[in-house]
Structure formats: structure tokens, C-alpha cells
């Protein structure tokens, strides 16, 4: 295909993107899944903790158990029970190739709700993921479906709520489908940024631009810069009739009148959707909590179905011209907003000078201490980073390795990278067998039970920060929320967990000698008084075992009246 063929698709593409977007889906087949007005938190594509929003956050009033209704007629054919993730979560599979997802429900219809109810009492397992035939469950329009919640990795009440193609499972912007939530407002622009691009995004980082609102364009003072090679983000957020914010759907970059980037974010899949850390400016994102998107594609940013091919936003400056830029940025209703600028290289700024330690996208690489390695596959990082990995003595008191520096929390990783920890003393068998592996990423913590590969203990991680093998010699426990033998008037029984180190991995409860399904809500344990302990049923002995990641086990009795 010649240069001017080429050209002409881009422009094609770029006039009509909303248009055939939105042709290309069933306009108004699905419903509202509420029986309240569509009002959103958080739309498709919106910047998460290393991924995209994959559906539509629903407001629910800030109220639990609102009726969920199925958005066209289907049949059920997945249920999942997670601690985390979706929390109790319903898949409907329609017969015009989409599936439907409605996740942080409280509870499933009751036909559903029972079955999901013996299969946990037959299974002795509270976290299922059970998959049905079209004959099982099928379902109406509009019929009844779940009670919204709050479960799962959910910050307030809401419904989340997903359009999937069947066939590929990949998520699809809901907003394409024709739900009627009143959007006439252009997305809204708060900065400009520039990057030298002669070694990486992440060296030396972003440089700001100010940005003014001239009449409905959005303008900067001709911005000079110090780098034959540089590449432009933007901040801005979209809003709705209805004042929420939500992400940017549509961008393009032209300089000098031609078109050197653009993405739309239209469908997603989940083994893609960590490539949101090679869209953002994710330093940024990590240390000031400020959502800036990249107007260009990284080296290693691999994401299908976002940017146009041939198109990688970086802007050549070798000549001393004065270039002009627009950004024009779009929603889904196509509200259109457009920054204009000027920029002119100037003069050259001393350029970084990669060390050998240097991690590339596409490459991989092992960084050795004298006590630690780590191995990175080719699609490690989305950037070049200038790796910094060191030793320095820990002072964790159940520290046995000294804690390894790996470069800093701020620089993303994509794939699992393996690292392997020498310890500073000689460990028995017994200890061996206790040793975790602590990673600290600044926001939290991450531990994980790694294997040993001759004297070193081997995990995989996908985050940066500092590592240290940790002896865990404790045992884990949980308190109950009454008094040894009480009398119970409440609904619910309620266990607080802990654990010294990581997590509390296995729970299992006996209620006189019997498995009780106790629900696991963040660090908690909920059991909903059923059948299995009915009222005026006398004294009763709860056994619980509880197992942490490091695989040591406690197993406590507690006793109350029902």
C-alpha cells in the first residue's frame, strides 16, 4: 500500500470512527440492568491499578440489594463467588453472540442463589466458579436476576456491569450500544505534557505545559523544547449531563496538519488489559494519583484494537521550525474537544546515558547482586529503564536475606519477571520449609511462598519495589465476634482473620462436626444463619482451621447458643 492509500484510510477512519463504532453494535437491544436512571461512576476504558475499567460502574443510590434485571433475554451460564475481583458475579449469554456481566451483587435470584448454595455445601467450598448449559437457567428481559451489592474488590455500593463478545470474550465499551445517559459535554483539558524520547518516557520524566481555555480551543505558549525526538500526553477527563467524570474514549494527534497518532478505546480483552501501565504516564499515575495518557505508542505497549497501525505519535524536531500541534479528543456521542500549540526545538539537553544493567521492551534480561537475580522475559517492561538493583541489610526482625532493591515502585512491569534470593544464614530443613517471600511496592505488600532452586528461593513477581525472605514461624487465628457460649440473636455469625505475615490462604469451619459456609469478605468471615442452625437448637461448637501462606496451620474451637 503506497504512502497516500495509507493516508487516505487514516482519514477515513478518523471521520467515521463514532459513526461506524456504533453501527458496528445492536443499538438499544440491551436494557438498563437498574430500575433506576443510568448514571455512571466509572466508565469503559477509565485508568485502574494496572488495568482498564472493563464495563460500566452503575450507580445504586450509595444503597445495597436493588433489583438487577437481565439486559436481554439469555440464559445463565456462569456464576462466580471470589473474595476479591467481582465478589458474586453473574454472566448471561444472549443469543445475538454478547454475553452480559453484573458483578459486587449481594445475592442471585433464589432458583439460582440455592443452586450455587448445595453445590458450595457439596463441594465444602465457599469460592466457586461454576459454568451452566443454555437449558439450565434461561432467562427474560427484564426478569430478576441478583440483588446489588458491594462484594468483591468494591469500594461503595454499585452494580458493574460488562457487554462481552462470546466467541473472543473480549469486553466491549458498553456506550456503543445505544443506553440512553444524556452526554452533550466536550471532555475537559487540564494539561499538556512532553517527553524526551532519545531513551525512555521514564528518564527524565514528564515535562508540564500549561494549558488555557481561548473561547471553546484550548491553548499553550509555543513550547520549547530541548530534544530533537519528543512524544506528547494529555490530562483531561470527560463529563456527562449528569456531572460524573469519566475517561477519554477518542484521541488524535496531528502535527502540521497530518495525523501521527490516535487511539479509541472500544474493546479490551483481560489477557490485554495490564497494557494500560504502557498507555499512562504510570510514575505519575503511582506518585500523584494523576491520570495522563500517552499520545503515543511505547515499545512495548502491545495492545490490540487501540492505536492506529503505522502511527507512533513521536515527534521528529532535528530541523529549527516552528511546528504546529492539535489534539482533538472525542466521546462516544462525539463532543469534541481540541487543544492547539506550537513547538520549536531549541537547544539540546545532555542526554541519558543507559548503564549496562539497561532493561529494553522486547528484550530480555538477568541483573545479578551478590546474593539475588533477576530474570526478565522480552515483554517485561513497556519502556527502556535504566535497571538499578542493590543489596542493603534488612531490619525486619524475620528477615533471613538481605533486602533487595529492585530499581523503584514507580517503574511498571508487564509480564512476571522470576527472582531468586539468596539467604544470609544457614537454614535448617524445618526453616526451609517456612521462608516467604516479602515484596513491598510502597502501596502494599505482596508475599508469596516461593520455591527453593538450590540455596536460593525462587518466586515471580510482577511489580518492582524491595524484596526479603521472611521465617514465619507464627500461626494464624481468627476472633470470634461474641462471647464464649453466647446466646446469638443476630443473623449473622462474624470471624475477623489474622496472620502475622501474608494472608490467611485456607479458612475451614465446622459447626458440630459438619462444614458451614462462612463467606469471605476482605479480611472477615461472614456466615448467614440457614438451615444447617436453625433457632432454639442449643449449644453448639464451632472448629475452625485457618492456613497462611507460609503453611502454617491453627485449628480453633469456639462454642455458642442458637
Known sequence: MNIFCKLLVIILFINAFTIKAQKNYPQNYFRNPLNIPMQLAANFGAVRSNHFHMGLDLRTNSQENLSVLAAADGYVSRIKVERYGFGNAVYITHPNGYTTLYAHLNKYYDKLDEYVKERQYKDEKWEQDITFSPGQFPISKGQLIALSGNTGGSAGPHLHFEIRDTKTEECINPLLFGFNIPDSIAPIISGLYWYDRRFSTYEPGANGIAVKKTGSTYTTDIVQVSSPEISLAIKAVDKA????????????????????????????????????????????FIKDKMSIQHLSSLPGMKLKNYSLPDLNGIINLKDENVHTIEIVLQDVNGNTSRLKTKVK????????????????????????????????SKAAVYDAVNFQMSEKSNTNADGVSNTIVLQSPYIPVHDYYTLKIRPNRKLTNEEKGKVVVLLDYGSDTNVVQGKWNGDRMESEF?????????????????????????????????????TKIGDVI???????????????????FVYVFDEKCPKASGLHTLKVTTINTAGNTNTQTFTFQR
Request: charged share 25%; net charge neutral; aromatic share 10%.
Open 345 to 376: 526545538f531549541s537547544k539540546t539537553s545532555d542526554q541519558i546515558f543507559p548503564t549496562t544493567k539497561m532493561v529494553k521492551a522486547n528484550e530480555g534480561k538477568t541483573v545479578t547482586t551478590e546474593n539475588a537475580e533477576i530474570n526478565f
Open 462 to 498: 510482577n511489580r518492582l519495589g524491595t524484596a526479603i525472605l521472611l521465617l514465619d514461624q507464627s500461626v494464624p487465628s481468627v476472633s470470634p465476634g461474641w462471647k464464649e457460649g453466647a446466646l446469638i440473636n443476630s443473623s449473622t455469625l462474624r470471624l475477623s482473620g489474622k
Open 506 to 524: 485456607s479458612f475451614h469451619a465446622e459447626l458440630d462436626g459438619k462444614w458451614l459456609r462462612f463467606a469471605r469478605m476482605k479480611d472477615g
Open 241 to 284: 449531563d449528569q456531572g460524573f467524570n469519566i475517561g477519554i474514549y477518542h484521541a488524535e494527534l496531528r502535527m502540521d496538519d497530518q495525523v501521527i497518532y490516535s487511539f479509541s478505546i472500544d474493546k479490551v480483552s483481560y489477557d490485554d488489559t495490564r497494557y494500560i501501565n504502557g498507555c499512562i504516564d504510570y510514575p505519575k
